[in-house]
């Protein structure tokens, strides 16, 4: 017998937990479904930073005590340090704003716990989806729940998207190992740092009061090596500061490191109305940036707030593309090896350091003010010049034309992606 209710939302990470709420709030009758056990999520390496798009997200739909909590570190920006000795470039939030960062499973944990507390929402969890379609869900034990909308929030591999478009569709970009670090402070405590170096650069940041958490990212050409213990500690010992080394050490020596694959899907597909993707479901890209909670959870509020399915999707589509775009140019910028891409790696930081114009921009852009595509396309213009300018001559000009054509080759298939829209 089949069971009948407003909206069914398959997932309860930020985003499945966002729109259950949001929808409960708006006065409808949601069955939030989650696969993992009662306790589980505090294993997860996941998201840990949130831009202050996302605080204002989580404040709107009342869950304002999660960043208010005190002693929970807030994020003011980045801090990149350029490698070579070189000294750090500090990149702000604009007008003062902040972020925030959280362990994620504390952060998950507390959205469930505030979301299964909703009037409207009936929370069940360790309870798996094994098959969607436009009338409801079929769950792994044979049930079936039917509802006027499926709300997939399911993740990368969500079962929702596999539904609609079948599966194998988003590509792997890297892999990253997370490390946390008890009893020691960050350079700078409020920001989050970014390590360039070799063989790809590292992340830091306090996600608590004197614990860091690092993350190392590994390009998957490195996917035997890293592996290896010691290939990791010589990976990251001349990148990490000198107060993190020891500790860091320790802990890949002790094996206390969590795995993940780092994946990109274009956010170009929100599904037919019927079954709606959000959060990563609908796409996701390489952590760097720190977009993917706060995509999650403004994509909730607007499937709510907004009446039409279509302008929803457009909407979001539009808000997406040029941060999308900023996060892969910054991946490749930071982690490719050749010769040109490494001297627009000092360009870019150059910009930043020399031109607050520049830094503003970026973190406008970060924080989702900027969707049109001039506002990336100029200063990655900029520094394409600047790259070019700055060659250090060991490569052949034919080596750095191919490098410079697959750096101009991204951001056109962006601009021509803006035309085409995907089946319905
Ligand atoms: C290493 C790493 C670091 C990251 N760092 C950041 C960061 O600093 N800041 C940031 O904003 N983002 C970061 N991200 C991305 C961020 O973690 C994701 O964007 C975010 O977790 C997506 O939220 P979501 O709710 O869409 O999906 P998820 O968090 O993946 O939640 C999906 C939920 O659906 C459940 N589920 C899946 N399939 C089913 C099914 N069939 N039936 C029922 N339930 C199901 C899963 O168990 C899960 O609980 C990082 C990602 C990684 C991998």
Known sequence: MSKRTDIIVVGAGPAGCAVSRAYALAGKKVILLEAE???KSGKRFAGEWLHPQGVDALKKLGFGSIASMQGRPQGRGFVVYPGHGESPVKLDYVEG???????HGDLVDEMRKLVSETDGVTFRQGVRVAAVDDQGVTLENGERLEAERVVGADGRSSVVRRSLRGSGNHKAMSAMTGILLEGVKAPYPEYG??????????????????VVRICVDVPLKYKTEMKDPEWLIAATRDTLPAVWRKPCEDQIRGGHLRWQANHFLARADYGNGRRVLIGDAAGHTHPLTATGITNGLVDAIELVETKRFEAFAKSRRRACRVPELLSRALYDCFSKEDAFSQSLRRAVVSLWRNDEKERERTMGLLMGNGQSFITFAWPFLKALVGAWRGRD??????????????????????AMAGWVRPKA
Request: proline share 8%.
């Open 97 to 103: 704003q902040r972020g925030l960062a959280f362990h």
């Open 393 to 414: 001559n060991t490569t052949t000009m034919g080596a750095d034309l191919a490098s410079i054509a697959s750096w101009i080759r991204l951001p056109m298939a962006y």
């Open 193 to 210: 740092h970014v390590f360039l170096g070799k063989p790809s650069f590292l992340l830091g940041y306090e996600i608590a009061p004197s």
């Open 37 to 39: 056990p009662v306790g």
